[in-house]
């Protein structure tokens, strides 16, 4: 998830979100992170020290369809390489002499 691009990470721990909310001050969080930042540290934006609630946030529909087409393009991008590596053993298999066992 670190790979992820920043715009599809949460702004308080860094994460790809699951589940993004966006403040009424335009910024983005994973919901359950904000939750207990929220929980912890009291109705504050942890960016602009505003007073936030959770009920005030919205659902981020555009970010999350954003954050399942990068998973998914990773998770393509994963089978790829997986593929590629293995063909590549099968054709230096495919150029190894048999077992020299029966050479004598």
Known sequence: ??????ELRC?????????PVRSPHGHLYEKET???????????????????REEDCTPDLEAQ???????KGERRRHRDRQKQRQQ?????????????GNLV
């Open 65 to 71: 369809q954003q954050i399942l087409e990068w998973v």
């Open 11 to 19: 702004t308080i721990d860094g994460k790809l979100m699951g589940e």
């Open 34 to 52: 904000l939750s207990v930042w929220l929980q912890r540290c009291g109705s504050v934006c942890p960016i602009t020290g505003m007073a936030l």
């Open 88 to 100: 590549q053993r099968e054709e230096a298999a495919a150029g190894q002499p048999e077992h020299a």
């Open 1 to 6: 998830a670190s790979k992820a691009p920043k």
